[in-house]
């Protein structure tokens, strides 16, 4: 399913469930913007019911040159990861990218408190997808992907804000990520 979009939890008849739970795991949460985090949120409550709960993985905000560092990383992996997304429009779309022409680029934007990556034209080209004519100035990006990070208190503002109290909240040993057990309160009359 799209999580995008509202999900129907099945009914299991003859099954008597008290509370229902939904599990948001590996940070997905962060590739959404502010807004749209709050929506998936409140689709969320409204999955659960009041008294369900919400367990929750959430990047925690860090060093900037750390994550900057964590988005290019010396072995490339993240950027054979950007690029390989131009290989699929290639193979999946028909587009004609020459992969060579692009690099990856990735940082970290303070005031909006996430990691952009993008892939950067190397060169004045020209592109074909699906018989759709792109021109690529040098030095111009596509925008490939967000990832937001939180403090704890920012995210749990968030999730107030869509109808979840904070319950337990977990946090690794490097202080990387954070892990939110919450619970759904009742919507306020």
């Given at each position: 399913a799209d999580y995008t979009r509202?999900?129907?939890?099945?009914?299991?008849?003859?099954?008597?469930?008290?509370?229902?739970?939904?599990?948001?795991?590996?940070?997905?949460?962060?590739?959404?913007?502010?807004?749209?985090?709050l929506e998936i949120l409140r689709q969320a409550r409204r999955m659960v019911g009041a008294g369900g709960a919400l367990l929750i993985v959430v990047d925690l905000k860090n060093d900037k040159l750390a994550l900057a560092a964590a988005y290019n990383d010396a072995a490339g992996v993240t950027a054979a990861l950007n690029l390989n997304l131009l290989a699929r429009i290639n193979r999946e779309l028909g587009g004609d990218f020459q992969l060579p022409r692009f690099r990856h680029r990735a940082f970290y934007d303070e005031d909006r408190g996430w990691i952009e990556m993008h892939l950067e034209s190397l060169?004045?080209?020209?592109?074909h997808v699906g018989g759709t004519r792109f021109r690529f100035n040098q030095g111009e990006t596509i925008l490939t992907e967000i990832s937001c990070k939180y403090s704890i208190e920012e995210f749990q503002a968030a999730a107030l804000g869509a109808g979840f109290a904070p319950g337990q909240t977990w946090i690794d040993a490097a202080k990387l990520f954070s892990v939110h057990g919450m619970i759904a309160v009742q919507p306020r009359s």
């Open positions: 509202p999900l129907t939890l099945p009914e299991f008849v003859g099954v008597p469930i008290r509370k229902k739970a939904v599990y948001f795991p590996a940070s997905a949460i962060g590739n959404l913007t502010a807004q749209a985090a060169a004045s080209q020209l592109v």
